[in-house]
């Protein structure tokens, strides 16, 4: 399909062709299409990294401006990437269409908004101004929900819940479109949200995962390739990507880890005896950082290694710095980036090959843990760059011979868990019902169970246990 057979608006059309060089839909773009992304209907799209559920989400709420006079929120798990997508966003300004972004101060109903067509945001946040009742909340024509698969999370999966749950009490007639590039039981999630689901495993690049162990890459299709081995499992992969002109993702377990990897990674290219990097401009992004870090010990660090081409990436950096990362990332002037999971979540900033330098970090109160299928997959998916890379590569690094099969087994070739609600836990089910209450939600135990009948946690939950449940609330109220 088209851009040019799409039901948006002449000016949109020309816009995404002229400026953003797109005129064919990707093959789950097209069947989000198909399944009525345009006619209001819900969808959830859960299909691989780099298919474009992103701009479908522009697409949809830019649609519904222009045409419909309504506003669009877009929701996001993180701080840092409600500032991305809403820099990305703001593109569409040239048509007229006005973008705000929020993230914090959650005793406010942020009045101000009531100005802006599209309102990107937090989980949190969101959750705060439905409380709130901001009264622009009944113009949201459009409600994104990004990373949906952090309903899972012990966290912020409830707070999903109740924003969902809140959208329905309020009887919006909003269209709700979800994405994720992992959910096991996507299918579930869909029937939750009564939307038409698009799955897909396709990609616009081929994805090749390995496991790398003593100088070999051992492919989970049985092939191998030779790597040169320095004697340091990221510094080999990291150098035999760049030498043939690739960009390098390296992801582990600790703030502390991304410097130290990163400090041995640019001490190897600066005293490389063949040319990788253009130290000019790589002097210049160095400046940059040093002016605009707001810690002098990090940012001077940070500048030091980027003349190298290598930089750190972690939640200790503030925003303007991550932003000069990525976009000197983005232009392949940075070649290698070392950061913790969290970059993972969404941010935008493939590479040719990804590099797993851990695959278990400790947990505060229980220890070493392995990382959850869903993780390893959503770094996976940063692998190729379209465009760029004829195949991405993602690689787990094995300790050990026997630990090559057992990645193999328990990571590539493992199915991706499927999420659980978390919304019915003492803790999380009184904050929330405590909330409905005081925000006006709920004035009765059958009002409080209208409330709840409208999270995920109890779309299969029997009417027998809803009674029970009923009885069980009641009591505690009357406490």
Same mark, same amino acid.
Request: charged residues 25%.
């Given at each position: ?56 989400? +522009? ?92 309903? @899972? ?79 340091? $499992? ?66 001077? +660090? ?47 900033? $493939? ?34 760059? $379209? ?15 026997? +630990? ?21 836990? @003492? ?53």
């Amino acid at each position: 399909m088209r851009i040019a057979d799409l039901p948006i608006p002449d000016v949109l059309r020309d816009f995404i062709a002229r400026e953003r060089g797109i005129q064919e839909l990707y093959p789950p773009q097209e069947e989000a299409v198909r399944r009525g992304l345009f006619d209001g209907r819900n969808i959830v799209m859960c299909t691989s990294t780099a298919t474009g559920k992103t701009l479908m989400a +522009e697409l949809v709420m830019i649609n519904a401006v222009l045409t419909r006079s309504v506003k669009a929120v877009l929701a996001v798990p993180l701080r840092a990437l409600a500032y991305e997508k809403a820099r990305d966003l703001r593109v569409y300004e040239r048509l007229g269409v006005r973008i705000a972004v929020t993230t914090g101060e959650y005793d406010k109903e942020d009045a101000w908004l009531m100005n802006y067509d599209i309102v990107v945001t937090t989980y949190e946040k969101l959750d705060s101004l439905l409380r709130h009742r901001a009264e622009w909340l009944r113009q949201v024509g459009v409600l994104v929900i990004d990373e949906i698969h952090y309903i @899972d999370d012990d966290k912020r999966g409830p707070t999903i819940e109740s924003i969902i749950a809140k959208v329905k009490t309020l009887g919006l007639n909003t269209q709700i479109l979800a994405l994720s590039a992992t959910v096991g039981n996507a299918e579930e999630i869909a029937n939750y949200l009564d939307a038409e689901l698009v799955a897909s495993d396709w990609r616009p690049v081929r994805l090749r995962e390995g496991v790398y162990y003593d100088g070999v890459i051992y492919y989970a299709d049985g092939s191998r390739a030779l790597i040169k081995d320095l004697g340091n $499992p990221v510094l080999s992969l990291v150098m035999d990507t760049i030498v043939n002109g690739g960009q390098a993702l390296v992801f582990t377990n600790s703030r502390s880890n991304t410097v130290k990897l990163a400090q041995q990674i640019a001490h190897y290219i600066c005293n490389y005896g063949m040319k990788l990097i253009e130290p000019g401009t790589l002097a210049k992004i160095s400046n940059s950082i040093i002016e605009t870090s707001q810690s002098k010990l990090l940012g001077e +660090e940070l500048a030091r290694i980027v003349k190298c081409g290598v930089a750190f990436h972690h939640a200790g950096l503030d925003m303007d710095t991550r932003s000069i990362v990525e976009s000197s990332f983005r232009d392949r002037l940075i070649k290698v980036v070392v950061a913790t999971t969290t970059l993972a979540a969404g941010v935008n900033l $493939p590479a040719r090959r990804v590099i797993i330098h851990e695959y278990r970090r400790y947990e505060p109160g229980i220890g070493m843990e392995e990382l959850p299928v869903m993780e390893y997959k959503q770094m996976a998916g940063r692998a190729g760059r $379209p465009g760029l890379d004829p195949y991405g590569e993602a690689v787990l690094i094995a300790r050990s011979e026997d +630990e090559v099969d057992y990645l193999i087994r328990n990571y590539i070739n493992a199915r991706v868990e499927d999420v659980k609600s978390k919304f019915l836990t @003492d803790k999380n089910l009184a904050t929330h019902i405590l909330s409905a209450i005081a925000s006006g939600y709920a004035s009765s135990i059958d009002d409080i169970m209208r409330f709840i009948s409208s999270t995920w946690a109890t779309s299969r939950v029997t009417s027998i246990r809803m009674n029970s449940l009923g009885t069980y609330l009641g009591g505690r109220l009357m406490t």
